[in-house]
């Protein structure tokens, strides 16, 4: 199995920027997939960056295009998620998922951190 935890969440003004960490408990490069969701009260979890592919591609929401990039440190075991011109709207928890193939198609989530954008 694999363990993700969050950071680098906060309050931020309209237009600031902000860096997510997800670091996981083995090396990414074993995972398939290792991406970013969001959550906000009352609504579904939605997609806002990933590597899949085994981290040779790249998928965004199309909110974020733009203006979030998700990046990763292998040897850090590592996956960022680097946020500019941040909006009230992007307002959410955020959390990092983890998804391994074999032996089973299984995911894994982190606790989540918490992204305020307010001025």
């Known amino acids: 199995q694999v363990q993700v935890v969050e950071s680098g969440g906060g309050l931020v003004q309209p237009g600031g920027s902000l860096r997510l960490s997800c670091a996981a408990s083995?090396?990414?490069?074993?995972?398939?997939?290792m991406g970013w969701y969001r959550q906000t009260p009352g609504k579904q979890r939605e997609l806002v960056a990933e590597?899949?592919?085994?981290?040779?591609?790249?998928n965004y929401a199309a909110s974020v295009k733009g203006r979030f990039f998700i990046s990763r440190d292998s040897a850090k075991n590592t996956v960022y998620l680097q946020m500019n011109s941040l909006k009230p709207e992007d307002t959410a928890v955020y959390y990092c998922?983890?998804?391994?193939?074999?032996?089973?198609?299984?995911?894994?989530w982190g606790q989540g951190t918490q992204v305020t954008v307010s001025s």
């Open positions: 998922k983890a998804t391994v193939r074999w032996p089973r198609l299984e995911y894994y």
């Open positions: 083995r090396s990414i490069s074993s995972i398939y997939a």
């Open positions: 590597f899949t592919s085994g981290g040779s591609s790249t």
